[in-house]
T-cell receptor, first 114, second 112 residues
Framework: GAGVSQTPSNKVTEKGKYVELRCDPI?????LYWYRQSLGQGPEFLIY????????DSGLPNDRFFAVRPEGSVSTLKIQRTERGDSAVYLC????????????FGPGTRLTVL | GNSVTQMEGPVTLSEEAFLTINCTYT??????LFWYVQYPGEGLQLLLK?????DKGSNKGFEATYRKETTSFHLEKGSVQVSDSAVYFC???????????FGQGTELSVKP
């Protein structure tokens, strides 16, 4: 079946602008995760959804970052007043139940803030 | 807090050489341990995992054993191929929802 998809694959924006990044998880997966990967580093956890609710948002760096998953499927990561330091690859992953289930990663969205 | 430390890369080997990539972790409780791989131009994919002490994860000729006494999960392969060239990430999950904590990654380059 289809894997995790993310759109757009690349996003270039100017400092101070608002961006939305979309994630389509594998059908039927209840758990969805967002991570951020800076160049040369491992992915860093941002937020985890179980169904529609954010079960753990401890990784969001500040209140400019927000994510939703209104119907328990597609999720959108929203970044307000972007800063150059937000430039990174944003990864989405889903798993069937969460916890130690295998997480399947999407290809990522490369965000560049000029 | 929980953390993962990997040996730094890049690692360059000749084809058919033996591979070890070291990974150690710090965690409370009993985490699950993972190796993920990122091939050039592709997304992260699970290579292998182990969920309890002394478990051995294996896949595609790669192995790693969960060693609680040394808090380690070293990745090994007896004979690498050019197609194994990739970035390898060690990770742990503390079971609280399953969020993964990754090491910084080790780039492997295998020359023919």
């Amino acid at each position: 079946g289809a894997g995790v998809s993310q759109t757009p694959s690349n996003k270039v924006t100017e400092k101070g602008k608002y961006v939305e990044l979309r994630c389509d998880p594998i059908s039927g997966h209840t758990a969805l995760y967002w991570y951020r990967q800076s160049l040369g580093q491992g992915p860093e956890f941002l937020i985890y959804f179980q169904g529609t609710g954010a079960a753990d948002d401890s990784g969001l760096p500040n209140d400019r970052f927000f994510a939703v998953r209104p119907e328990g499927s597609v999720s959108t990561l929203k970044i307000q007043r972007t800063e150059r330091g937000d430039s990174a690859v944003y990864l989405c992953a889903s798993s069937q139940w969460g916890f130690t289930d295998t997480q399947y990663f999407g290809p990522g969205t490369r965000l560049t803030v000029l | 807090g929980n953390s993962v430390t990997q040996m730094e890369g890049p690692v360059t080997l000749s084809e058919e050489a033996f591979l070890t990539i070291n990974c150690t972790y710090t965690a409370t409780g009993y985490p699950s341990l993972f190796w993920y791989v990122q091939y050039p131009g592709e997304g992260l994919q699970l290579l292998l995992k182990a969920t309890k002490a002394d478990d051995k994860g294996s896949n595609k000729g790669f192995e790693a054993t969960y060693r609680k006494e040394t808090t380690s999960f070293h990745l090994e392969k007896g004979s690498v191929q050019v197609s194994d060239s990739a970035v390898y990430f060690c990770a742990l999950s503390d079971g609280q929802g399953g969020k993964l904590i990754f090491g910084q990654g080790t780039e492997l380059s295998v020359k023919p």
